[in-house]
Structure formats: structure tokens, C-alpha cells
């Protein structure tokens, strides 16, 4: 009778070993629907490690391996403790994830012995703890994350530069004021905006690529990068997505597409406010109230001013 117990323990663990494969398999190939719920363990991500996990049980059942099999079952269990109060707390939730879960717990079940329940009990406390130190996640789609300002330096005054890409005045001040910018910027003494102003329509969509390369990598140096390859790109009328994309990849500039929209929205709020009706024009809002400057001489003039 004990024989066969252990026989039926042992294939029912095995069963739901595979049956746990197959659900992160679903989920990995979104068969069905997609979740945006995502997470990691030391930057790998939880489906490879699902995988990996299952993958075990199923050869420490088929081994006989009882107790190494109750002890990673506990432990697992500890860990999707954890990773149903992260979606909770994040109110979003997974179907996969919790047929996951329901996996290891009814093998769990299935694997329990009372005379080992401190053990279990240990274990499943040290899976807790595991997520808990070395779980990384994400709940919201990528472009309901925090958008991607063009925004940098951590001074108390603030420059707002509006420019368009193919506006020859701003193409010809861009050397010079960025100069006097890189350097406000690394003596913290201003935040810079970029605030990309398309009035021409053959660049409509150029915005949207400099915030591709800056969420590609959003450092300041970058951003320098990205419009000093986008002004040369206008300067050659470049006017296709295909060719920019191209021209930018000649540039060293990754691009990481996402939803620009909240970004534009708040420039379109910044132009509002600013009352923003030719470029280049920089806004300055510092201790002396909001300067707005037009032109390249009075922009240059203006920065230079703030060094003071």
C-alpha cells in the first residue's frame, strides 16, 4: 500500500511538473492574451527561471528524491506568497501566474508529510525571503511607465528650449547654445528641457525619434547626440522614417520605439504656457521671474547670463 502510494505521489508530482512547463510556455508565446505583468530574479527573467524550476521537480520525482522534491516545493510556495501579494498591492493581475501557483501549491499538497512540516515551513519562509531581496518587477505597459522627458540637470533655474529640426536658425545656433548648455548643465546650475517644436511638416515625426534614442539611453550626452544627428538628417532632407532610422544607425544611436504620447502631451502644455509661436526661442524661469528669448543671438546672450 505504502509502495503504492509513493508510486501515485510520485506521478501525479511529475504530471504537474509538466503541467507547470506548459503553462509558462502559454504564457511565454501569449497564447491567448498577453499580460504586461513582468518580472525577474537577478535580471532573469521569471519565465526562463519558471521553466527551469518545473524542469527540476520533474527530475528529482522521476529520481525519488522525496524530500529534495518537498523541500524546492516548499520553497517555491514561499515564493509565489510573495508574488501574489506584489500583484495585489499592484492590482493587476495574471492568469498564468496563478495557474502557475496552483501548480506548485497542489504539489506541494500532494508531496506533504506532517512529520517534515518544520522543514517545509523553513523553506517556504526561505523562498519568501529570497523574492523578497531579489525580486524585480513591473506592472504597467510600457508606455503607461514614466515617460521619457527630454529633461536634464538638477539647477534651480529652468531652460526650456523649443527648436525644429529643420528650421535653419535653429540648425545654425545649436552648436553654440548647446555649448553654453553642457556646460549649466554640468555645474548644476539649470534643468534643461528639450522641447522639440515641429512647425515644419516635413519633421512631424522627428520628435518622436529623439525620444526613441533616449529611451534607448536617456543621458544627457545622449540627448546632445540624438539632436546634433537629427539637425544633420534635416540638413540632408531626410523626410522617411526608413531613412532616418537608417541614418541614425550610421550615427552609433539605438532607437527604442514606445508611446510618445503623454510626452507630447506635456510639451503641448509647455507651448501653451509658454505661448511658443516661432523657433528657436528658449524660456528661462529662474529667481528673476520667466525670461522668454528669440533668436540666436538673444539665446546665447541669455546663457551666457546665467554663468554669472
Request: hydrophobic fraction near 50%.
Amino acid at each position: 500500500m505504502k509502495k503504492f502510494l509513493s508510486r501515485k505521489r510520485r506521478l501525479l508530482t511529475v504530471l504537474l511538473a509538466l503541467t507547470g512547463i506548459v503553462i509558462t510556455l502559454a504564457y511565454a508565446f501569449c497564447l491567448g492574451s498577453c499580460s504586461y505583468l513582468k518580472g525577474g530574479i537577478l535580471g532573469i527573467d521569471l519565465k526562463y527561471l519558471g521553466i527551469f524550476y518545473m524542469a527540476v521537480i520533474f527530475v528529482l520525482a522521476w529520481l525519488r528524491k522525496p524530500l529534495l522534491c518537498l523541500l524546492l516545493l516548499a520553497f517555491g510556495a514561499g515564493g509565489e506568497i510573495f508574488l501574489i501579494g506584489y500583484q495585489v498591492r499592484s492590482g493587476v493581475y495574471c492568469p498564468y501566474c496563478f495557474a502557475f501557483g496552483a501548480t506548485i501549491l497542489l504539489a506541494l499538497a500532494v508531496n506533504f508529510e506532517r512529520n517534515r512540516k518544520a522543514l517545509a515551513a523553513l523553506a517556504a519562509a526561505a523562498g519568501l525571503l529570497f523574492f523578497l531581496l531579489f525580486f524585480s518587477g513591473s506592472a504597467t505597459p510600457v508606455y503607461a511607465a514614466e515617460p521619457v522627458m527630454p529633461a536634464f540637470g538638477r539647477g534651480a533655474i529652468e531652460v526650456r528650449l523649443y527648436t525644429d529640426y529643420f528650421c535653419e536658425p535653429c540648425r545654425d545656433e545649436e552648436r553654440e547654445v548647446i555649448s553654453h548648455i553642457t556646460d549649466l548643465v554640468g555645474k548644476n546650475l539649470i534643468r534643461v528641457v528639450f522641447i522639440d517644436t515641429p512647425f515644419n511638416p516635413e519633421g512631424v515625426f522627428y520628435p518622436g525619434y529623439f525620444l526613441a534614442v533616449l529611451n534607448a539611453k536617456g543621458d544627457f550626452r545622449q540627448a546632445v547626440a540624438a539632436r546634433g544627428a537629427l539637425f544633420e538628417a534635416a540638413g540632408k532632407k531626410i523626410t522617411s522614417k526608413e531613412a532616418l532610422e537608417a541614418f541614425l544607425k550610421t550615427k552609433g544611436l539605438d532607437i527604442r520605439p514606445f508611446d510618445p504620447a503623454p510626452v507630447f502631451k506635456i510639451f503641448g502644455n509647455y507651448l501653451k504656457e509658454d505661448r511658443i509661436n516661432s523657433t528657436p526661442t528658449c524660456v528661462i524661469i529662474g529667481p528673476k521671474g520667466k525670461q522668454t528669448l528669440i533668436g540666436k543671438e538673444e539665446i546665447a546672450k541669455g546663457l551666457r547670463g546665467l554663468r554669472k
